[in-house]
């Protein structure tokens, strides 16, 4: 992307699918065994941010510029070159002394004596010694005449003891930029992945998502109910369609529109009997083009600011919104 195309409408369009990407991840991440159980633990894994001066001022930038002022992406740039300018690089490390036990029938730097962390400024923040242990009991019947397969290294333990702890602050830095660069892209990327990051973070805390499971979607009626109902027929398939998207499930790739109708009926407490014959397993057999183009334009609209009032993402509809106009 060049410069031309550093528009806040781009914006919105790159930070979605920055979005979409870390919810396929988390998705993926859930299935594996690679990855921890805890959804904490996992999302903090996908949204890890900067946490270096830089680029904290940045994000705070961000936040208030353009999401409460609403100013153009490209100002927001300029203001961020500006404060890079003004900014000072101090240096960060860490430096490590660290010493092993050195004896003939132990194996080398295995068995840690002394370690010590120093921060940048030279301050001592984490002091750890360790002391060796004969096991006498072990060390007689290694004596012995009865062979066995005890080596020498059996009859020694190690304790470790940390003499000192003071906080260590390292930071973490970003992958787009830092106070060395100048490239407006770069700058650009920085937003969109921070964008897309905290509308990740936002999309997990809201209690109308907790949980991607169906049951708990609808935890919130009657209220939540009373604006579904309120919805046309056509409308209520176009939100059952996109609903189960946001879950993972395509209609007629991991749903068949005969299970989709059913959750229809049951939301509109209608009777699942001859359900085949209902004007809801019509719409949903040729969903989600239930209508004519411009009608069809309306539906989702109505849809798309339905989810946007649920704090729910609004991407998959905004894509179909996009590819009727565009087609």
């Known amino acids: 992307m060049n410069e031309n195309q550093l528009t806040s409408d781009n914006l919105e369009k ?11 991840g988390y998705k993926k991440a859930k299935q594996s ?33 353009y999401l409460v002022l609403s100013e153009d992406i490209n100002a927001l740039i300029d203001k961020a070159l500006q404060m890079r300018a003004f900014m000072e690089d101090n240096q960060r490390f860490v430096r490590i002394e660290e010493q092993y036990f050195s004896l003939p029938f132990m194996r080398k730097n295995r068995y840690l004596k002394r370690l010590k962390v120093f921060n ?42 940390t003499l000192l702890s003071k906080r260590l602050e390292i930071y973490y830095y970003s992958p787009f930029l830092d106070l ?15 964008y897309g990051k905290t509308q990740f973070i936002k999309y997990f805390s809201s209690k109308e998502v907790a949980s991607l499971s169906p049951e708990n979607m609808l935890l919130n009626a009657p209220k939540a109910l009373e604006a579904i109902l ?7 398939v176009l939100w059952a369609y996109f609903l ?13 529109a005969a299970m989709m109708t059913r959750f229809l009926l049951i939301v509109n407490r209608n009777d699942l009997e001859d359900y085949r014959k209902t004007y809801f397993y019509k719409l949903v057999s040729r ?41």
């Open 287 to 327: 969903a989600p083009f239930v209508k004519e183009d411009k009608n069809l334009l309306v539906d989702l609209e109505m849809v798309r600011l339905h989810f946007q009032n649920s704090n729910l993402p609004t991407g998959d509809i905004e894509k179909e919104i996009l590819n009727l106009i565009t087609n």
């Open 120 to 161: 940048h400024e030279g301050e001592l923040c984490y002091h750890v010694e360790g002391k060796l242990y004969l096991q006498f009991g072990r060390l007689l019947h290694y004596f012995m005449p009865v062979k066995t397969d005890q080596s020498f290294r059996d009859v020694i333990t190690i304790k470790q003891t």
């Open 244 to 256: 189960f998207r946001l879950m993972g499930m395509k209609l007629r790739d991991n749903i068949d």
């Open 33 to 65: 065994y690679a990855w921890e159980s805890d959804m904490e633990g996992l999302i903090d894994k996908l949204t890890h941010l900067p946490t270096d001066p830089f680029s904290v001022q940045l994000m705070k930038l961000f936040d208030y510029h």
């Open 230 to 236: 309120k919805l046309t027929s056509s409308q209520q």
């Open 14 to 24: 790159d930070s979605l699918a920055a979005f979409e990407k870390l919810l396929q």
């Open 180 to 194: 060395t660069t100048t490239n407006r892209q770069c700058y650009y990327d920085f937003f969109c992945d921070y």
